[in-house]
């Protein structure tokens, strides 16, 4: 299978090219080379510059729904047609949210002086339908990567998204070091940190709790089958890290939000509220933590869900040893779950509070921000499944055989 390896792998850098390239399209209408004050910041102003946050932010936003509204969870696990339907729904979701968020930036860019050739006239317009348009090109570009490619292409184009900026931003730290703005002992520190965090998160990620089974003997159609053991494995972060960290923030601001515009946004106690939920400040790294680790239990429930599992096993004949089907099963998984979730909630809880902590002792680089623990994950992660899915094309014979 190494032809066919090869071309996954040649479609994949393709299509990351491509995504690239249109990154460096800019908006049109826009007077760059005339507005150098904030050159930088326009320059990222591209067809792509919402990126794949509206699709991500309207797929968390249907996932959260599926797991408090029993109906629409039904639907997901009713098979490809109910798949089907909440993808439209994910879809329709995300171009309103693009479209929101690509009207406003169009609208604030027209205030600028000098900066749009023609601000009365279809600026607005076309620059939303050109940021929306590039949303959905993310999208159609991440699912030709994760059919046709190699590795899960959303991950992937958020992976390039983090990957591109560390050349600069290493750059940007020698700099300072050069010029004395910071210590070289913090630099190497920052390494060593950075070196150790990423094996945590391959060994983490790596980790599953297996939970020994064994199956009877039974009989399918001509052929009947022995008895067997097997395992049930459980991995140590079942959650994840996009929806208990985005979500997490959400818990508070958006009661805040919502103070600040019935009482205003100068009111003292709003004003304050807002000054101890900064980031990096005590009370948000405290709210904050409690809800990721909170989060990561209630997903972990949606994600395993020890009744399906028990009715699966039963119904297969599987039984774990020393514990009686049915309900007890159930229990007994459920037990096991929310040990190892503690374990996965913690790490998640810390990963996120890495550059929340460098902000509060100060001794963060110009990076901290950019690239923190969520950064890493997904990374890492990324490069993980990769490997994964090289190894069983390579194993693979035509015809999806293992050799």
């Known amino acids: 299978m190494r032809r066919e390896l090869a071309r996954r792998i040649a479609f994949t850098i393709g299509a990351l090219l491509l995504f690239r390239l249109g990154t460096q399209i800019p908006v049109a209408g826009l007077n760059v080379p005339s507005y150098s004050p904030m050159l930088d910041f326009i320059s990222r102003l591209s067809i792509f510059a919402l990126g794949l946050i509206p699709y991500l932010t309207a797929a968390i936003l249907i996932r959260l729904l599926s797991v408090a509204w029993r109906g629409l969870n039904s639907l997901e696990r009713s098979g490809e047609g109910g798949r089907r339907k909440l993808a439209r729904a994910t879809l329709g979701l995300t171009l309103g949210l693009a479209a929101f968020q690509a009207y406003g930036i169009a609208s604030a860019l027209t205030s600028i002086p000098g900066l749009v050739r023609d601000p009365d006239g279809w600026f607005v317009m076309t620059a939303t ?31 390039v998204s983090f990957i591109v900026a560390i050349p600069q931003n290493v750059v940007g730290i020698l700099d ?60 140590l972060n079942s959650a994840g890290y996009l929806i208990p960290v985005t979500v997490a923030p959400w818990i508070f601001f958006l009661p805040l939000a919502f103070a600040g515009f019935i009482l205003g946004g100068d009111h003292p106690l709003v004003a304050a509220a807002y000054r101890h939920l900064q980031l990096g400040q005590p009370a948000h790294m405290i709210l904050v933590s409690i809800a990721v680790f909170v989060l990561a239990f209630i997903y972990t429930a949606y994600v395993v869900d020890p009744e399906d599992t028990a009715k699966s096993l039963a119904q297969h004949d599987g039984t774990i040893p020393g514990v009686a089907p049915g309900e007890a099963t159930a229990d007994h998984l459920d037990r096991v779950v929310s ?65």
């Open 176 to 235: 300072l070091v050069q010029s004395g703005a910071i210590s070289g002992n913090l630099v190497l520190g920052h390494a060593v940190f950075w070196i150790i965090t990423i094996a945590v998160i391959v060994l983490v990620e790596g980790a599953r709790r297996n939970v020994r089974v064994e199956f009877g003997a039974r009989g399918v159609g001509h052929r009947q089958l022995p008895a067997r053991d097997a395992v049930l494995p459980i991995k």
């Open 129 to 159: 339908a050109s940021m929306v348009g590039g949303v959905f090109v993310l999208v159609w570009l991440s699912e030709q990567i994760t059919r046709h490619g190699i590795g899960n292409g959303l991950a992937l184009i958020l992976s």
């Open 339 to 403: 040990l190892t979730t503690v374990v996965g909630a913690v790490y998640l809880t810390v990963l996120q509070l890495i550059p929340e902590v460098f902000e509060l002792y100060g001794i963060g680089l110009p990076y901290s921000m950019i690239i923190n623990g969520g950064g890493a994950l997904v990374v890492v992660c990324t490069a993980l499944d990769i490997k994964t899915q090289v190894r069983d094309v390579s194993l693979t014979n035509p015809g999806g055989v293992r050799r």
